[in-house]
Every structure is written in C-alpha cells, then in structure tokens.
C-alpha cells in the first residue's frame, strides 16, 4: 500500500456553544456587579425607610405632647388632626396609654405606613395623632428608589464593560499564544511564544508562553538528536552497502547473483531515501530557481519515466522552481501510483497544478487524515513493498519548492466513503511566485542547465 510521513497537527473540535474568554469575564462581572447593587440597594433603601419613619414618630411624638399641653390648658383638643378617645385607636396602644405611658407605633396600612402617637391626660382621656407618612419623605423615597435602580443598572453596565475589556486583553494574548504555538507545531522552528504576545504586563500568560517555549525547544533538540542519528547511522551504512554491491556485480552470473544484486541495490536506494530525508527535516535544503514551461517540463521527464504514462496540458505557464527537485516530486508520485494503483496513470497540467491519477484502491485513510509518514505503508502486515519514504520525500521536496502537495481519493457524486474508491489522485501545487521564503536563489541563465 502507499507510504505515509508526517503527521500534521490536527485540531480536535468539541462539540458544544463555543464562547470567548472575553464574554466570561463580562458575564461573571456584571453578575456579581448586579447581586453586590442589589444588596446594596436593598441596604439602603431600608435604611432610608427605617430612618424616615424614625422621623416620622418623633414628629407625632413632639406633636402630641404639644396637643397634651394645650390640651390640659385649654380643655379641648385645639392641634390639627388630634382626637380624644379615638375609637380606631389600636387596643395595643390603648392598653399602654392606660399604663400612664407614652406611646407610637408605626404599621402598613393598604401597603402604606400608618403612624400612631397617644398620651394619657390628667383627667383620664387619651390625646392620640393619626396620619400617614409625609407625601414629602414618599416622594424622597420614591427619588431615592430610581436613583437606586439607575445606579445599579450603570454598575452593572460599567461592570460589563470592565470585563469586556480585561477579556479582551487576556483573550487576545492568548490567541496570540495559540497562533504561535500552531506555527511552532507547524515547523516554524524560530517562532517563540513569548516574543509573539508581547505586551509589558507579567502574568499567567507569560507563564504558559515559556513553558510552550521550553517545551518546543526540548522537543526540537530530540527531533533534531533523532535526525542526526538517523543520517550518521545512513551515512555510515552507505560504504559497506556500496561495497556489498560492487562485490555482488562481480559474482558470476545466476539466479542467486540476480538476488543478491536486486537486495543490495534496493538496501542503497534505501540509504540514500533515508539520508534524503535526514536533509529535508532538518530545513537546511534549498532550491536553484529557475524558469521552465511546465508542460513541456512534465511531458519530456514522463516521457523518459515511463512512456504508458499519458500527458495532458490543459493550459501552458511558465514557472520559477527548481527543476530537479520538481522531477523527484513527479517520479515519486509516478512510482507510488504505478506500485500501489492499477493503470491507466494519468498525468495532468494545467497551469501551475500537476495532478497524477492512477485507478487503483486509492490512498488510505491514515494518509488521508494524517499525510505522509515514513516507515509506515498501507500494508497493516507490512507485508508491501516498499518503505514509506516516496510519498515523504515528495511531501519534503515540495515543501522546500514552497509547493503544496495533497492526496484524495476519487469516488462518484454521493458516494458514501464506505465504497471503494475510482482511484487516487495527489495534486501539486506550485507558487505563484518564486519560493523565496524557504532560502531559495535564482540561478543565473544557464548555471543549472537546460530543459
């Protein structure tokens, strides 16, 4: 089956209401601006109430101790809104007027405060004020309630805002963090989290980014540790192997010559994909830029490749790229589709898009959803030919061409995937302009030969 290499990061959605840090913040700032304003509105507005009332009882106190006075001075009751004996006076004070005590109280009547004041006079009667609140300390009230209310809706309105902001900020810096990081995933190897946020403040932020940072920077020194042993080990193997199949050419002819010959050769082709790849990882390669028609590019190196192979150019350009590492691309596509899929291949210009389609079972899903990874074929018995480093190598080539190479099956409209496909294609796709942005220089006209 077909060779798979590298594994590229893949983010894992959850499923569920997606909401920004931002809008936390806000919600839980007015939700507790708006508790905390209403427990002190509450606080307040009772406050108010109880002193007022207070008041309100000390002014009937005062006002029917003056009635008393006048009373017992002038024998009838001469002060507004005093009464003697009033029959709707509460049994409760009654009783406690009778006691030779002064007396008030206040009570809800119709949802409104009703006062009472009473005293006993020197001749046995009792000198009692009734009336409700002053309309004044009900309007001062009523003031003092819309105040109350305004001022808790702009809290929780600034509170809202206050937290829009900070969310803003601290989500900001960390979807800067998280940019970073998917470029440091990505293979940016010079990116650092840190310097990406930015900002003066010092927070857990921070904190994260230099363990992002670290935790990069421990990982690449193990990758690059892995690819340096890998080459030293390839390049080491590549003089015995070189001389195993120089002995091998000069057995006599025979079958077991033949066997020995073919391992030998297919053990250098290995050494040498392996240190190819070596030099991929590790973004030291470079391309020698040069203009070529890409058609006819494709065409004549098909042509010599494997002349069953058919060729349509459905629209001429002429590309900068680096032709022999273009031609390691398209031979290694052709060898993938020609071992692993069933003929006829197709081969496909048009403009800068290369496309190369076989009709066999298609790429496997791992290749599909992971990319290309070395080692591994679609063989689960790694029973295959092959060793999973053609489809690699062409992945890393193209990379250093500043291309893009992606591989998908080929299935009727509305097929479920659980049909077997048409066929595989991979597609590569070339820049618009030259790759600088991968270390690349132009070569002069005629420095790397022609095409």
């Given amino acids: 089956m077909r060779g798979i290499l590298r594994h590229p990061v893949r983010r894992v959605e959850r499923a569920g209401l997606h909401t920004g840090l931002r809008w936390k913040l806000s919600a839980a700032i007015a939700l507790v601006a708006g508790l905390v304003a209403i427990a002190l509105s509450l606080v307040v507005h009772n406050a108010a109430r109880v002193s007022m009332l207070d008041n309100a009882r000390d002014l009937a106190n005062q006002r029917v101790q003056i009635a008393q006075r006048n009373y017992e001075l002038n024998r009838r009751p001469n002060f507004p809104s005093v009464k003697i004996d009033d029959p709707d006076l509460p049994a409760a004070l009654r009783a406690k007027v009778e006691e030779g005590r002064k007396v008030s109280d206040v009570s809800e009547h119709g949802g409104a405060p009703d006062i009472w004041a009473a005293v006993p006079t020197k001749d046995g009667h009792v000198l009692s004020l009734h009336g409700p609140l002053p309309d004044r300390s009900t309007d001062v009230m009523k003031d003092l309630d819309q105040a109350l209310v305004i001022g808790s809706v702009a809290v929780v309105f600034c509170g809202s805002a206050l937290g829009v902001l900070i969310g803003a900020q601290l989500s900001r810096r960390l979807r800067k963090a998280a940019a970073a990081a998917h470029r440091v995933a990505g293979g940016e190897t010079e990116v650092r989290v840190r310097e990406a946020i930015g900002g003066v403040v010092r927070d857990e932020t921070d904190d994260l980014a230099h363990a992002v940072d670290a935790m990069a920077d421990a990982l690449r020194q ?159 018995d790694r029973a295959g030919t092959g060793h999973g480093l053609g489809l690699t190598i062409a992945a890393g080539q193209a990379r250093v061409l500043g291309a893009r190479l992606t591989f998908r099956n080929v299935r009727p409209p509305s097929t479920p995937s659980t049909v077997p496909a048409e066929g595989a294609v991979a597609v590569l796709w070339l820049p618009e302009h030259a790759p600088t942005n991968t270390g690349s220089y132009q070569m002069l006209p005629g420095a790397g030969g022609t095409e």
Avoid: C, W, Y
């Avoid at 080459?231 to 002995?247: C, F, K, Q």
């Avoid at 002349?307 to 002429?318: F, I, L, N």
């Fill in 222 to 380: 193990r990758l690059e540790a892995e690819r340096r042993v890998t080459a030293d080990i390839a390049h080491e193997l590549r003089t015995p192997v070189t001389g195993l199949l120089t002995a091998a050419e000069l057995l006599p002819p025979g079958r077991p010559t033949e066997l020995v010959l073919d391992r030998a050769k297919a053990m250098r082709t290995l050494v040498e994909d392996v240190l190819e790849v070596a030099r991929l990882d590790g973004a030291s390669e470079r391309a020698e830029l040069q203009d070529i028609m890409l058609g006819e590019f494709v065409t004549r190196r098909v042509a010599v490749k494997d002349p069953d192979v058919t060729v349509r150019v459905v629209h001429e350009s002429e590309v900068t790229t680096d032709p022999r590492r273009l031609e390691r691309v398209l031979f290694n596509l052709l060898a993938n589709a020609a071992r692993h899929g069933r003929p006829p291949v197709e081969v496909t210009v048009e403009g800068r898009v290369i496309r190369v389609r076989d009709h066999g079972p298609g790429f496997p899903e791992e290749l599909l959803a992971e990319g290309p990874s070395r080692f591994r074929t679609g063989s689960m």
